[in-house]
């Protein structure tokens, strides 16, 4: 991207060295006129719970629960948007620039997880909570940039990414500067 991406959107960069999209795992090319689009969507919740769910995941990879973490998940896939956004693969995988979340930049300390197996057309979409039992989420290695948080995707691995960082607005419980309980003006 050329500007600073808004909050809550993202957009795919082909990488620099080319690639050819096929449709799903059928590896049929695409024509000439398709348009590889990047689906960047909230996590079902109408009838479930997903994104908590997911959420306890992401708590108990991190070792717990923490009232200060800030999660941002969001289901991924790459699209054919002139096929009605039918799912379609990389073959050198996709590079993808993360919008910063809003009260976040640069400085923010941000951990992104991949919960790998989980896909709309798979076997375990997810759609069905008992699809979690078995998945871990994987860290993914990220680069803060001007334009916003970019990471890899290899080709094939669309599915929910978790953005988690602490809230760095709420200042939690510092240590006590004073621990000894004295005046703290020396003797």
Not at 58 to 65: I, K, R, S
Not at 146 to 169: M, Q, R
């Amino acid at each position: 991207p050329d500007a600073k991406l808004a909050p809550n959107t993202a957009t795919a960069v082909e990488p620099e060295t080319g690639t050819t999209y096929t449709l799903n795992d059928t590896g049929v090319q695409l024509p000439g006129d398709a348009k590889p689009s990047l689906l960047f969507d909230d996590i079902i919740n109408t009838d479930a719970d997903r994104t908590g769910a997911l959420e306890e995941k992401v708590d108990a990879y991190l070792g717990g629960a923490d009232a200060n973490r800030e999660y941002q998940i969001k289901y991924l896939d790459l699209v054919d948007a002139n096929n009605g956004n039918a799912w379609i693969t990389s073959s050198n995988g996709t590079d993808i620039y993360w919008g910063y979340p809003t009260g976040t930049d640069r400085s923010t300390n941000f951990t992104l997880l991949h919960f790998a197996g989980l896909h709309r057309d798979g076997e375990n979409s997810g759609f069905d909570l008992g699809d979690l039992a078995n998945i871990t989420p994987t860290p993914v290695s990220i680069q803060k940039t001007d334009e916003g948080i970019k990471f890899h995707v290899e080709a094939g691995n669309f599915s929910p990414y978790a953005l988690v960082w602490t809230d760095a607005s709420d200042p939690g419980t510092d240590p006590d500067p004073n621990p000894g309980g004295g005046s703290g003006g020396g003797s």
